[in-house]
């Protein structure tokens, strides 16, 4: 009876000391985390925006705008730097504890390298989790909408603002003249085109109405007269009405098709049915990115304290574990870059993620063996 209370005590205590130690871990890991995201998504937020003042400058948007337009980048700056975080908090906190002999206390108190590394797995595997969500449903939404507001404010009506009886510059040889101006309605219209140096424009008109297509901007003119000079001469004319196509948009190839900003449904559908081969090698790695990437939180996790445990066994004051820890870090992450990038079949996606879960395992194995 007595040895049975001893050992119930004993498991209670142990228990304890596990509950103990894990909230100890988490509340480092956790805040260490913290810190580092916020300081890595900031500083790369201010390069996001520092190279797009050029877009502020050019199209003369406003700051409030400008703002809104660049943090909707941040989900997708954060989906890329988490496994890297959550490596640098790992590497960080238990470094500290080997160096401060707590992980020496705890493995003679007779807790495994497992035991020991738990804490860090499980933080991983939360957020492992919370990146697929992340991954699959915030970042197609917030690119999807950065890609709609950024069109808008390039090309849409928000960012065309003609000034009354005054002379605006929408491009390079494109002017336009506006007696008066109601909404998106113009009165006495003057537009100039000299973009192209055969085929110069002037439209003189009594109205106007500014409309927005799918291509740009387009101002619909009625009751004027036109003036054309090029390589056929000079012509001159009236009209009833007439739409011109402004061209303001940038032709850029295959500019609708994003992918970052497709809904996971519609590329899971779409990678069945595409015949442009860009495009469909773009999906794929795409697919490799939002469902294979996360699990990188938790190979990095499982790398930095397989080295730093197991090396801390060897009791030496001077230790090259948080050296070694990183270049494994580079070396798996280079790796599994190249090989995801390569992909050009399903096929393919199917080997990434079966040999991404074959090195997730061995290290796992490696970790559990003593």
């Given amino acids: 009876m007595s040895l049975l209370l001893d050992g119930l005590c004993f498991g209670f205590y ?8 894990n909230k100890y871990f988490r509340r480092q890991l ?13 500083l790369s937020w201010m390069m996001q925006i520092m190279a797009m003042m050029k877009f502020l400058l050019t199209y003369g948007i406003s700051f409030g705008s400008f703002i809104y337009l660049t943090s909707l980048m941040i989900p997708f700056i954060i989906s890329i730097i988490i496994p890297f975080v959550t490596f640098i908090a790992t590497i960080f906190v238990y470094n500290k504890m080997i ?4 992980v020496t206390v705890m493995a003679a108190s007779g807790l495994s390298p497992w035991q020991i590394a738990k804490p860090a797995l499980k933080f991983a595997a939360v957020l492992t989790i919370l990146h697929i969500i992340l991954n699959i449903w915030i970042v197609p939404v917030s690119q999807a909408k950065f890609y709609t507001t950024q069109w808008n404010l390039r090309y849409g ?15 390079d040889g494109l002017v336009v003249y506006v007696d008066n101006v109601s909404g998106h309605d113009l009165n ?22 500014l409309v927005s297509t799918v291509h740009g901007l387009s101002i619909v003119t009625n009751n004027g007269s036109l003036q054309m000079s090029g390589k056929n001469g000079f012509t001159t004319g009236t009209f009833d009405a007439l739409d011109m196509d402004l061209n303001l948009a940038e032709n850029e190839e295959d500019a ?12 899971l559908k779409t990678v069945f049915s595409q015949e442009d081969t860009r495009q469909h090698t773009l999906t794929l790695v795409e ?4 469902f294979i990437n996360p699990f990188m939180n938790l190979i990095l996790a499982i790398v930095c304290t397989l080295v730093l445990l197991k090396s801390s066994l060897l009791r030496r004051r001077t230790s090259f574990a948080p050296a070694v820890a990183v270049l494994a870090m580079a070396a798996i992450m280079a790796s599994y870059m190249s090989v995801s990038n390569m992909v050009e079949s399903l096929t393919d996606v199917g080997f990434v993620a079966v040999g991404v879960f074959v090195v997730l395992f061995g290290l796992t194995g490696l970790l559990l063996k003593k």
Wanted: hydrophobic letters at 50%.
């Fill in 14 to 21: 142990t228990l304890n000391t596990m509950n103990i130690i």
């Fill in 30 to 42: 956790l805040g260490i985390f913290i810190m580092l995201l916020m300081i890595l998504t900031g």
């Fill in 99 to 102: 160096s401060e002999n707590e």
């Fill in 157 to 171: 009506l928000a960012h065309l603002k003609l000034q009354e009886a005054a002379f605006t510059k929408l491009a």
């Fill in 188 to 209: 006495q219209v003057m537009l100039s085109d000299m973009r192209e140096k055969n085929n110069r424009l002037l439209v003189f008109a009594q109205r106007g109405k």
């Fill in 256 to 267: 609708s098709f994003r992918v970052r900003r497709i809904p996971t449904s519609v590329l």
């Fill in 287 to 290: 697919i490799c990115t939002r």
